[in-house]
């Protein structure tokens, strides 16, 4: 059971990036998938969320009208697409999952998570 996030790397203010969460020896379908970041010295922050059925997301409000959360059941893969960068947007993102039905960003409630990967805005 893995979660992999890739997609990350330097990007300019105002730029874009898309992540990817792919998970391999489970069926992602079946679970809620947040994205959280983190920067050093601070806990996790919820960043997006999208339910099972891809029926509901959640976006911390820091980032609502920026970023977008949808899924591919049929690639196992949830993506996070980041437009319009800030430089306070640099954080390691993780992706997490879970079989619970409702979006939160409680990070003791996932099970599975990725490694992470970096992110940097900055010009």
């Known amino acids: 059971v893995q979660l992999v996030e890739s997609g990350g790397g330097l990007v300019q203010p105002r730029g874009s990036l898309r992540l990817s969460c792919a998970a391999s020896?489970?069926?992602?379908?079946?679970?809620?998938v947040a994205w959280f970041r983190q920067v050093p010295g601070k806990e996790h922050e919820g960043v997006s969320c999208?339910?099972?059925?891809?029926?509901?997301?959640t976006h911390a409000d820091s980032v609502k009208g920026r970023f977008t959360i949808s899924r591919d059941d049929a690639k196992n893969t949830v993506y996070l697409q980041m437009n319009s960068l800030k430089p306070e947007d640099t954080a390691v993102y993780y992706c997490?999952?879970?079989?619970?039905?409702?979006?939160?960003?409680?990070?003791?409630?996932?099970?599975?998570w990725g490694q992470g990967t970096e992110v940097t805005v900055s010009s």
């Open positions: 020896g489970f069926t992602l379908y079946y679970y809620r």
């Open positions: 999208i339910t099972s059925r891809g029926d509901s997301t």
């Open positions: 997490a999952a879970d079989t619970r039905r409702i979006c939160d960003f409680s990070v003791r409630r996932y099970d599975y």
